[in-house]
C-alpha cells in the first residue's frame, strides 16, 4: 500500500494521486486518476482543493506522456471530489468537464460541464472507457471501466477500507446495492476507490460492500424487534457509544436504510414526522 500523499502506479496508463482533503472520517485524502493511451489523457475526480493538488496532478499526467488532460470526470458532485477542479481549469482552460448528468444542476456555470451517463464511451487513443452508472452514495454516480486492464474507477461506490457511508439526503439504499451488483459484474480485477488504497481483489471488495450493507439492514430489523423506537433511540440500539459528533451522519443513514424497509413493507412509521417512531411490520 503507498503511502498517502505519495502517486502510486496501478497498473499500465493508470496513475493514483492521493490528495488531501476534507473529506468526512476517517479518510484524509480524495484519490484523483490519471488514466491515459497513447499520449491521450483524462483525470478523474480533481480532489478537494488543498493546494499543490494541480502540480500533482499534472507529474501524473507527465509521467504518461500527457501534456494536458483530454478531459476531467467527475464521478459526482460532493465538494470533497470536485473542489480542486477551478484550480485545475485555470491550469488547463477549455479542458472539457463531464459530471454525472443527473447532478449537472449542482456545477458551476463556468465549469461548462457535459452531463454523462450509463454507457458513455470516453476515448483515449485507440483506447476507450465505458462510464458505469453506480447512483446509490450520492444522488448520480459514475464510474470509469477500462476494460482491456479489468480496471472500475469506483468514485464512491466502495472505499478501499472500511465502508462506504451511505445517507440521506443524496443516498438511497436498494439503488446503492443494485450499483454494486452491476459493478461486480463486470467482474473487475482491480478496483480503485475515491478514498484509502486501491483494491486488487476486484469483485470480492464490491460483494463484501454489498454484504456489509444487507447486514446494517439486518441489524436494524433486530433492533427493531425490540420494540417500536424512535430515531434518536433506535440509533443509540445500532450505533451504541459513537460520538457526539457522529450522531447526525449515523441517523441519516438509518433513514436511509429505514426507507428502503418502508418501501418493502417490513417497516412502519408510526409517527408524523422523520423521527418517527417505527416499528417492524
Not at 478523474?44 to 493546494?51: H, I, S
Not at 485555470?90 to 443527473?102: L, T
Not at 433506535?234 to 418501501?263: C, M, T, W
Amino acid at each position: 500500500m503507498s503511502e498517502p500523499g505519495h502517486s502510486e502506479v496501478v497498473c499500465d496508463g493508470v496513475i493514483r494521486v492521493p490528495l488531501r482533503s476534507r473529506t468526512p472520517p476517517p479518510f484524509t485524502h480524495t484519490n484523483a486518476y490519471v488514466l491515459a493511451s497513447e499520449g491521450v489523457g483524462v483525470v478523474v475526480d480533481p480532489g478537494g482543493g488543498e493546494a499543490g493538488a494541480a502540480d500533482a496532478v499534472a507529474e501524473a499526467l507527465a509521467a504518461l506522456s500527457v501534456r494536458e488532460p483530454k478531459g476531467i470526470l467527475l464521478t459526482h458532485t460532493h465538494r470533497d471530489h470536485v473542489g480542486g477542479l477551478e484550480a485545475m481549469l485555470a491550469r488547463w482552460p477549455g479542458v472539457q468537464v463531464w459530471a454525472p448528468a443527473g447532478e449537472l444542476d449542482r456545477c458551476e456555470p463556468s465549469w461548462r460541464a457535459l452531463g454523462v451517463r450509463h454507457g458513455r464511451r470516453l476515448t483515449l487513443g485507440s483506447a476507450a472507457l465505458t462510464l458505469v452508472g453506480t447512483p446509490g452514495h450520492s444522488l448520480d454516480h459514475v464510474a470509469p471501466w477500462w476494460p482491456e486492464r479489468r480496471l472500475l474507477v469506483a468514485g464512491d461506490l466502495v472505499a478501499g477500507e472500511g465502508s462506504m457511508w451511505v445517507g440521506l439526503p443524496d443516498g438511497d439504499v436498494s439503488t446503492y446495492l443494485a450499483s454494486l451488483e452491476r459493478a461486480a459484474a463486470l467482474d473487475p480485477a482491480i478496483v480503485a476507490p475515491a478514498h484509502g488504497p486501491v483494491r486488487r481483489d476486484g469483485k470480492t471488495v464490491l460483494t463484501s460492500a454489498r454484504d456489509h450493507r444487507l447486514q446494517r439492514e439486518a441489524t436494524v430489523l433486530e433492533a427493531l424487534a425490540r420494540g417500536p423506537a424512535d430515531l434518536e433511540n433506535l440509533r443509540e440500539r445500532v450505533y451504541p457509544g459513537i460520538p457526539p459528533e457522529a450522531h447526525d451522519l449515523a441517523e441519516r443513514s438509518l433513514l436511509a436504510h429505514l426507507a428502503k424497509l418502508l418501501r418493502e413493507f417490513r417497516v412502519m412509521h408510526v409517527g408524523e414526522g422523520a423521527a418517527g417512531p417505527y416499528a417492524r411490520v
